[in-house]
């Protein structure tokens, strides 16, 4: 009940607990309004994890490297006839990838202009998370909607891959 309270506390909510002999108890959580939920993947990419919200998601693939085809100034795949543009989310991001390997991980996305393909390290978890908007010097900051804190103490900052794909 600690680690609840702590959470929802950290949260900016409250918790309370009343209990009435041969009533039973009742925990009662109050949670901010500016505080969301959402459904998440948790994906790495050269070291570090991010979030990207399920609901842009439309399917994880893994395609052989030789798969990936040089198209003009990008690349591309083809998947089940439809031919994706794929985007390296470290590129996106300014940061070293890990290393290359014989398959490739994709995110195939819908962020608003078509699907594409958003290459990643990994694939991890899939969790339900209270979003919590940034605020202070993060509040401004381009591709990222909010952040969550894990079950661990860490933040994982929440992508908005609309935003970053542009």
Known sequence: MDAVRNSVEQLGGRVS???KAGAG???SLRLPAAAALATILVVEVGGARFAIPLDVIC?????????IKAIGLGRAFVLRAETLPVIDLATLLGIASGPGARDLKILVVDAGQGRVGIAVDDFSERLNVMVRPLTGLLANMPGVSGSTLMGDGSVLLILNLAELIG
């Open 17 to 19: 607990v009343s209990s």
């Open 25 to 27: 108890t009742v925990v």
């Open 59 to 67: 399917e994880t693939v893994r395609v052989p490297a030789e798969a």
